[in-house]
């Protein structure tokens, strides 16, 4: 069925590190890919998104790669710093009759330490 | 940029009572909005898909006459939680995805800043 696995489930970095994290998804249908960083008690912000056209997205820090004959995307972030310690979601679009909706990664909690 | 308002940021409720959420697309139209729940430490689960004028579409597993979804306009959906109790206590967040003409390809998709329900 429609699936999107996310890995790491945490991840530590040392401030000015990079991360990165790994999406995999199963509907090969899927054509838009967003990331969404969370912070805690607050509803999810888009960060970076990639459409299946693309195989690489970036904005300053952040980066998005995607490989679709793989099924599988990443996010980058370079020169990290404590404020990116959130929790990230990836995500893909999956068509549906009626529309598409998102299914989301289990999530990467991000700690950058200082 | 599109901005979705939710209200309220949280809410406290005795067992057996109704909530009501509302989410609002604040400069832009959104012909279809989604509900998600999510319990602490875990991803967001989509509840349900809302097209403005007609009835939602439910995921498997979710009792629509225990979430109640309005979608009677294009800036304005809501979610009643009907007779709730303490399991229903979570972080509902809703989005909203924007309308263009056709030819204009758009998946965007904006989050509300969600609800925190704790039904005691």
């Known amino acids: 069925g429609e699936n999107v696995e996310q890995h790491p489930s945490t991840l530590s970095v040392q401030e000015g590190d990079s991360a990165v994290i790994k999406c995999t998804y199963s509907?090969?249908?899927?054509?838009?890919f967003p990331w969404y960083k969370q912070e805690l008690g607050k509803g999810p912000q888009l960060i970076i998104d990639?459409?299946?056209?693309?195989g690489e997205k970036k904005d300053q820090r952040i980066a998005v790669t995607l490989n679709k004959t793989a099924k599988h995307f990443s996010l980058h972030i370079t020169e990290t710093q404590p404020e990116d310690s959130a929790v990230y979601f990836c995500?893909?679009?999956?068509?549906?009759?009626?529309?598409?909706?998102?299914?989301f990664g289990a999530g990467t909690i991000l700690r950058v330490k200082s | 940029g599109a901005v979705v308002s939710q209200h309220p940021s949280w809410v406290i409720c005795k067992s057996g009572t109704s909530v009501k959420i509302e989410c609002r697309s604040l400069?832009?139209?959104?012909?279809?909005m989604f509900w998600y729940r999510q319990f602490p430490k875990q991803s967001l689960m989509l509840m349900a898909t809302?097209?403005?004028?007609?009835?939602?579409?439910?995921e498997q597993g979710v009792e629509k006459d225990k979430f109640l979804i309005n979608h009677a306009s294009l800036t304005l959906s809501t979610l009643t939680v009907t007779s709730a109790h303490p399991e229903d206590s979570s972080f509902y967040i809703c989005?909203?995805?924007?309308?263009?003409?056709?030819?204009?390809?758009?998946?965007?998709?904006?989050f509300g800043s969600g609800t925190r329900l704790t039904v005691v």
């Open positions: 989005s909203a995805r924007d309308s263009l003409p056709p030819g204009r390809a758009s998946y965007g998709y904006t």
């Open positions: 509907d090969s249908a899927s054509n838009y």
């Open positions: 990639i459409r299946s056209n693309v």
């Open positions: 995500a893909a679009s999956i068509s549906r009759s009626g529309g598409n909706k998102l299914v």
């Open positions: 400069d832009f139209q959104a012909t279809t």
């Open positions: 809302s097209n403005e004028g007609s009835k939602a579409t439910y």
